[in-house]
């Protein structure tokens, strides 16, 4: 468990005076890829990695805006009982989690089915189990976004049959871009 334990300390100071409402907040993480080699950390004399990922746990405001990274670990696969452990820690120093945010790679639908979230059937939260209001979980649209525009980039667009299987590429968006421009 990688919690920044210093940042929560500086939470449950900074957040004292804050309503419920200004500490409700969103859970957001993401699996990010980090250069694999080894490097040296000379304050504390070790050796780190060789890593591959880093996981990164963020929380956001609801309804104020503040933001504050809060986990960090390396090569790790996020569980239900470690984000139950996080929310239940925000929770203990006031932070009611009502909702969190991460992309759709498989790592994180992992966790979803874990958390027995169900988009075919419409099942789209989880029960805060210090509170035992819904949890809601959203998909990080602006990832699909990018997505999407690397698949654009790096492969063009094939349509289905429903369009003659046309191909957008980005000489289609140029040359509609050009015709606009007109």
Known sequence: RRIIQPVMKLLLHEFSSFSPMQKTGILCFDE??????????????????????????????????WKQLIYVEFDDCLT??????????????????????????????RLWNELYIDINNKIFSFKHLDTKDPIWLFADFLHHIKLLRNHLLDHNIRLGQDFNNAIISVDTLNELLNFQAK
């Open 80 to 109: 239900r009982e470690k984000i139950l452990n996080i929310i239940h820690e925000l929770s203990e120093i006031g932070v009611n989690i009502v909702g969190m945010v991460s992309d759709m790679a498989t790592i994180n639908r």
């Open 32 to 65: 990010v890829h980090i250069d694999g080699r080894l490097s040296f950390d000379e304050k504390n004399d070790v050796i780190l990695g060789p890593f591959k990922n880093m996981m990164a746990i963020s929380i956001r405001g609801l309804y104020y805006s």
